[in-house]
């Protein structure tokens, strides 16, 4: 079975301040792991995927998650935050063979002006 | 039309309604998908179709009815709720080969906020 455990479900930094939020997994595959965003009033929206290859994984709006296997983590950052990034952030795995998508339970990102 | 697209975006009801929540994907995609997506939870996988045949229901209570005609039209059928159901519902697509259905990059539609009287 999978797991998705994302630390902090409020996270709140200053415009222009890095953005720092937390994704740790549990997988008896090798995972492929997602990050998506989602906006007041819409639909989730897929920021980056890792998947196989290059561990240091970019996306859009300016952030990138890196996989980092022995710690069973793929945090997301960004280094400088906009007022715009203000959002609800959800990490996701799935994996090779039949695991499906599993999702955290969100981490919703506040940005002080 | 682009994406996926839900109607209606809001929708309030009575325990004792019938109503329908519709989702098209105009992506060409082979699967779909309804999410249960509530405040205190996180999103919960409720129904997967491929190719308009249903390949998973993870114990949804009977009083929420999946309908998919074709590869590009998703729905569900609503009767007899109860306020606890009250959330945002979600469709989702992706196109996926056979084996992998729900294991990559899922597009999803702004979903339904539901509430029930």
């Known amino acids: 079975a999978q797991s998705v455990t994302q630390l902090g479900s409020h996270v709140s930094v200053s415009e222009g301040a890095l953005v720092l939020l937390r994704c740790n997994y549990s997988?008896?595959?090798?995972?492929?792991l997602f990050w998506y965003v989602q906006y007041p009033n819409q639909g989730l929206q897929l920021l980056l995927k890792?998947?196989?290859?290059?561990?240091l994984v970019k996306g859009i709006n300016g952030f990138e998650a890196e996989f980092k296997k022995s710690e069973t983590s793929f945090h997301l950052t960004k280094p400088s935050a906009h007022m715009s990034d203000a959002a609800e952030y959800f990490c996701?795995?799935?994996?090779?063979?039949?695991?499906?998508?599993?999702f955290g339970q969100g981490t919703r990102l506040t940005i002080n002006p | 039309e682009t994406g996926v697209t839900q109607t209606p975006r809001h929708l309030v009801m009575g325990m004792t309604n019938k109503k329908s929540l519709k989702c098209e994907q105009h992506?060409?995609?082979?699967?779909m998908y309804w999410y249960k997506q509530s405040a205190k939870k996180p999103l919960e996988l409720m129904f997967v179709?491929?190719?308009?045949?249903?390949?998973e229901n993870n114990s949804v209570p009977s009083r929420f009815s999946p309908e998919c005609p074709n590869s590009s039209h998703l729905f569900l059928h609503l009767h007899t709720l109860q306020p606890e159901d009250s959330a945002l519902y979600l469709c989702?697509?992706?196109?996926?080969?056979?084996?992998?259905?729900?294991?990559?990059?899922?597009?999803f539609g702004p979903g339904t906020r539901l509430t029930v009287l």
């Open positions: 989702a697509s992706s196109q996926d080969p056979p084996g992998r259905v729900g294991r990559d990059e899922q597009f």
């Open positions: 997988s008896s595959v090798p995972p492929y």
């Open positions: 890792y998947t196989t290859g290059a561990t």
């Open positions: 996701a795995v799935s994996g090779q063979g039949a695991q499906k998508l599993v």
């Open positions: 992506l060409g995609h082979n699967a």
């Open positions: 179709y491929n190719f308009k045949e249903q390949t």
